[in-house]
């Protein structure tokens, strides 16, 4: 059981006036006196800090039991009826949830302090992060395993209709350490009256010592005055606490063991072989740059139920009792396109074997969309390079009609992760095949007339866009073949981005009409990023560029970041750099273009060119104004993200050749700021909020 109290468990506990010991102190609390309580939800299904809203605060190990058979020792117990229900009544199905062992690293820590002044109390805004450190902040992160403090960032739901739906969100800065424990308090806040906000009656009778006859209230209290404890040393009391509670970071067996898993069997399988393929066109191309574009099919194993098709999921069984691990279930046969460069014959007709790329298309696209077409055009203006690429199947161009159908009902959410995660196979099987001598090198369409190979086989690396890059970062964790990668306009932790994405715009009307009420979108949010952690960076950043999974290598990868994206938000991207500890090009900015008190807090710079620290942050300012600091998406002049994804300037090819080649990051804005010259608001643009390309 987990601090949840059942049965004859619970009515002991009350017999025996709640002298159980504390989980670290060893002593029984010293009661000073009694308190009424009447509880608004059965204490079996939601938390009582919660008050009205059952699911709050969030995380939380109150909806955790005990399990000595995991990596943290204890397992996410959700009940259905503490999940969001739709329009139509039904509660999300906690199952695929409750194989976790602990909660997502990114996770938005969400609580309602109903009429919370956030400026008033001092929270540490988005733009000043350094505050969620400070001494005497109103809200402490602290990781009870180390005993340190961490940083965020706390924002009011903008988008609420009204207090009663207002959602405190506390964000990580950095990602939350795998298998941790974290203790939340909140201390010292008031209302947008100037009154101070007081504790809720559950939460006062722990910290005042007051006893109840609750026997599930009284069954938690050891393990809250284990968090009082926990808190006093690190110089947090009790007294002025409006709040505490703590949760379990899942860990990284738990976040990565079904894609290693399979990548492991799927290679095993493979051995020395190369994957089966079939070239089913090749065509001269009529773009820039490009000689030839050629379209194919591969075999890859497939751990899907069964076509694999949308809406299938990992063939795993179903439940806490049944192994996380995948089975093989055939073969899924995917789709490739690659884009071979003008560069890759010379005039006199030999070959001048290419560099090889795979590609990661963008949000809900495809293999054959203008992603690839547009950037392997630019990029062989300025490198010999063929790019590969499949698609992102669980979130690509097939699975739309599902998507509105999971944001219905979102019990079938877990086909979006468990689909992405068969989709990083099919990534890993085609860079196989474009490395191997009997892969595509050994198909006329990718050799000379006389059947030179027009492939140089020494080496791949990944290029990818967008969602190519949120997806792209966990693929590369795991990646086996290539070291390096440029991911632009990346950022991990879809449940952050979601209401900072104008691309989230032509899917609101389905999910605000499933999940009428705002909270109950937001936790169901909050909920499948746990999920969602597994197909994509934010399960798998802390492996990434250090500590990298078992027989694989740390990669090293630039981050490029378009200041001002309507559609990934610079703050996920700047979340991401300082999990993976990128250094950022400096100067990132010109003065007085971030909003922020200290613009990249904590990011480490480097301004030595060329630099070969390992990974980097760079920042593109194409004269779109600052992103709003609210959780919404900013919408002010021109969406910069295509001009970094789609169409980068020269400059960028030239970064992300340099570095992809040898690892070096080189100067490519003449020791300033990297911006496009005449844009609005940068050093020499003109005045005005637009942007320019």
Known sequence: MGWKSRGLVAALVLLLGATACSQGSGRPPDLKGKIDITLSHDPAVCDPLGGERCLLPFPNDYFTVADHLTATGRRVDLDQAATPANASGVHIDPTELNRNDGFSPGSAIAVLLEGLDARASGLAPVTDLARSLDEDAPIVLLDATTGRRRPYYAELDSRAPDDAHRLLFVRPAENLLEGHRYVVAVRDVVDRAGTAIGPSDVFRAYRDRLRTDVAEVEARRPHIEDLFSTLRQAGVGRGDLVLAWDFTVASGRNLSERLLAMRDDAF????????????????????ANLLREVEGTFEVPSYLTSTGGPGSVLNNGNGPGSSPIPERNGTYTAQFICTVPTSAVEADGTAAPTRLALFGHGLLGSAARGDLYGVSSRFSAATNTTFCATSWIGMSEEDVPTLLAVLGDMSAFRTVPDRLQQSMINFLFLGRLMLHPDGLSADPAFQTADGTPLLDQRSLSFFGVSQGSIVGGALNAVAQDWQRAFLSVPAMNFSTLVDRSIDFDA???????????????????????????????????????????????????MLLEAFGDHQVANVATEVMARTIDAQLRAPGLADGRS??????????????????????????????????????????????????????????????????DDGALVDTCGGGPCYTPGAAGTPGGVPGDGGGG
Do not use: C
């Open 268 to 287: 095993q399988q493979l051995g020395d072989a190369a994957p089966a393929f079939t070239v089913t066109a090749s065509r001269p191309s009529s773009r």
């Open 507 to 557: 899917f609101a009307f389905a999910f605000d009409r499933a999940y009428p009420d705002r909270v109950d979108r937001q936790m169901a949010l909050v909920l499948a990023q746990t999920l969602w952690d597994r197909g994509e960076t934010n399960g798998y950043a802390q492996h990434l560029t250090r500590r990298p999974y078992q027989g694989t290598r740390a990669k090293e990868v």
């Open 595 to 660: 909003p922020d008190v200290e613009p990249f807090w904590r990011i480490d710079t480097t301004s030595r060119f060329p630099d070969r620290h390992g990974s980097y942050l760079v920042v593109w300012d194409f004269g779109t104004p600052a992103p709003p600091v609210e959780n919404v998406p900013n919408r002010a002049g021109e969406d910069p993200h295509n001009w970094a994804g789609r169409t980068p300037p020269d400059e960028v090819l030239e970064l992300a050749t340099t570095f992809l």
